[in-house]
């Protein structure tokens, strides 16, 4: 009886293991790779707070929209490098100076507000090392008693969004701040925060979203309180900037599958944008989700298309099994033997095929 409960231990103990992953700074993503995603404000009143060990979040009647890039870029594309170097006086050491603080950037999907004030084209400015991804720097054009400027807001002390390697009960409390100053630079502006976040991973298990199931994945919950004091022209403005948001990770993918950000309004969780890796089966138009246009399949390369009188083609993208994309032409020959989506929008819809490269 004792051999069968040591054993049962043991197997149970091993099925724990197997399920909960370990995601580390190497998985998340690197400079150039891009996911496409759906970001949708509606959620069909989904409850997104649940947590719990071998859990199945099942979000699989999540709607859909629209398909776009998400991804990370070479911050030296950033339209605010500039303006970084200036206030700082880097003159003549720019690129190594901005090189040693920054080493990923991405252009945001939405402008946001701190007060009275808006921040359109925002541009983010990110840290990645092996054990933290840090928000370094925000780029925006704001408008300043009728003038837009491209301005910046860089923390003095960085905003770790995640600590690494993220693990079930792994957790941590990190405080953050801007001090800026701008009347160096002929500005009566001066712009301070101080912040806290607090990251707990909370969850692990499946996770069910339309059409696509991930079956081993972490769930993280980060709370984000940030408390801005503005001073400009001798005016004075206090605002307390407050967010929740929610990530599901999988090993598989550089990004967050499942992202989820709110606020917490009387003890409730208000969702406000979730954003989902878009997976083969999504179809944004099912009218043509059963239709094949491109052949041959198996191919060896060469790849055409078969479409309806008058129809245009808008874009052609094309992705590895990770999700990846990886070109844009009609062309597998220098790619490796393996299965590839192949995702054509035209003048009618789009099409999403798998495409065997043999």
């Given at each position: 009886?004792?051999?069968?409960?040591?054993?049962a231990?043991?197997?149970?103990?091993?099925?724990f293991?197997?399920a909960?992953i370990?995601?580390?700074?190497s998985?998340?993503?690197?400079?150039?790779e891009?996911?496409?995603v759906v970001?949708?404000?509606?959620?069909?009143?989904?409850?997104?707070?649940?947590?719990?060990?071998?859990?199945?979040?099942?979000?699989?009647?999540i709607?859909?929209?629209?398909?776009?890039?998400y991804?990370?870029?070479?911050?030296?594309?950033?339209?605010?490098?500039?303006?970084?170097?200036?206030?700082?006086?880097h003159?003549?050491?720019?690129d190594?100076?901005?090189?040693q603080?920054?080493n990923?950037?991405?252009?945001?999907?939405?402008?946001f507000?701190i007060?009275?004030?808006?921040?359109?084209?925002?541009?983010?400015?990110?840290?990645?090392?092996s054990?933290e991804?840090?928000s370094?720097?925000?780029g925006?054009?704001?408008?300043l008693?009728?003038?837009?400027?491209?301005?910046?807001?860089?923390?003095n002390?960085?905003?770790v969004?995640?600590q690494?390697?993220?693990?079930?009960?792994?957790g941590?409390?990190?405080?953050?701040?801007?001090?800026?100053d701008?009347?160096?630079?002929?500005?009566?502006?001066?712009?301070?925060?101080?912040?806290t976040?607090?990251?707990?991973?909370?969850?692990?298990?499946?996770?069910?979203?339309?059409?696509?199931?991930y079956?081993?994945?972490?769930?993280?919950?980060?709370?984000?309180n940030q408390?801005?004091?503005?001073?400009?022209?001798?005016q004075?403005?206090?605002?307390?900037?407050?967010?929740t948001?929610?990530?599901?990770?999988?090993?598989?993918?550089?990004?967050?599958?499942?992202?989820v950000?709110?606020?917490?309004v009387?003890?409730?969780?208000?969702?406000?944008?979730?954003?989902?890796?878009?997976?083969?089966g999504?179809?944004?138009?099912d009218?043509?989700?059963?239709?094949?246009?491109?052949?041959?399949?198996?191919?060896?390369?060469k790849?055409?298309?078969?479409?309806?009188?008058?129809e245009?083609?808008?874009s052609i993208?094309?992705?590895?099994?990770?999700?990846?994309?990886?070109?844009?032409?009609?062309?597998?020959?220098?790619?490796?033997?393996?299965?590839?989506?192949?995702?054509?929008?035209?003048?009618?819809?789009?099409?999403?095929?798998?495409?065997?490269?043999?």
């Amino acid at each position: 009886m004792k051999k069968n409960l040591f054993s049962a231990l043991i197997l149970s103990c091993f099925s724990f293991s197997l399920a909960q992953i370990t995601y580390n700074s190497s998985d998340f993503a690197t400079v150039g790779e891009t996911f496409e995603v759906v970001n949708i404000i509606e959620t069909n009143g989904l409850d997104f707070t649940q947590a719990g060990i071998n859990y199945t979040w099942d979000y699989s009647s999540i709607p859909i929209s629209d398909v776009a890039n998400y991804g990370y870029e070479d911050p030296n594309n950033s339209p605010f490098k500039n303006t970084w170097c200036l206030y700082h006086f880097h003159l003549f050491n720019c690129d190594s100076m901005f090189d040693q603080n920054f080493n990923m950037g991405m252009t945001l999907p939405q402008s946001f507000s701190i007060g009275e004030y808006a921040f359109e084209n925002p541009y983010q400015h990110l840290m990645k090392t092996s054990s933290e991804l840090q928000s370094k720097m925000f780029g925006a054009n704001v408008n300043l008693g009728g003038t837009t400027l491209p301005a910046i807001l860089e923390y003095n002390d960085p905003d770790v969004l995640f600590q690494f390697p993220m693990m079930y009960n792994a957790g941590y409390t990190d405080t953050s701040g801007i001090d800026m100053d701008f009347n160096s630079l002929g500005i009566d502006l001066v712009v301070t925060m101080d912040g806290t976040r607090t990251n707990n991973v909370v969850g692990w298990g499946e996770l069910k979203v339309r059409n696509h199931t991930y079956a081993n994945t972490i769930k993280v919950r980060s709370i984000s309180n940030q408390n801005f004091n503005i001073y400009y022209e001798e005016q004075h403005s206090e605002v307390p900037v407050s967010a929740t948001t929610y990530y599901w990770f999988d090993k598989n993918y550089g990004i967050p599958v499942l992202m989820v950000t709110g606020t917490e309004v009387a003890g409730e969780f208000v969702p406000g944008m979730v954003t989902y890796v878009y997976q083969d089966g999504m179809a944004v138009n099912d009218l043509n989700s059963n239709q094949s246009v491109v052949y041959p399949n198996p191919t060896t390369g060469k790849l055409n298309l078969k479409l309806n009188q008058n129809e245009t083609i808008k874009s052609i993208q094309i992705y590895d099994q990770s999700g990846k994309l990886i070109g844009n032409q009609l062309d597998l020959s220098q790619n490796p033997k393996g299965i590839y989506t192949v995702k054509i929008e035209t003048s009618k819809g789009i099409y999403s095929e798998k495409i065997i490269r043999k």
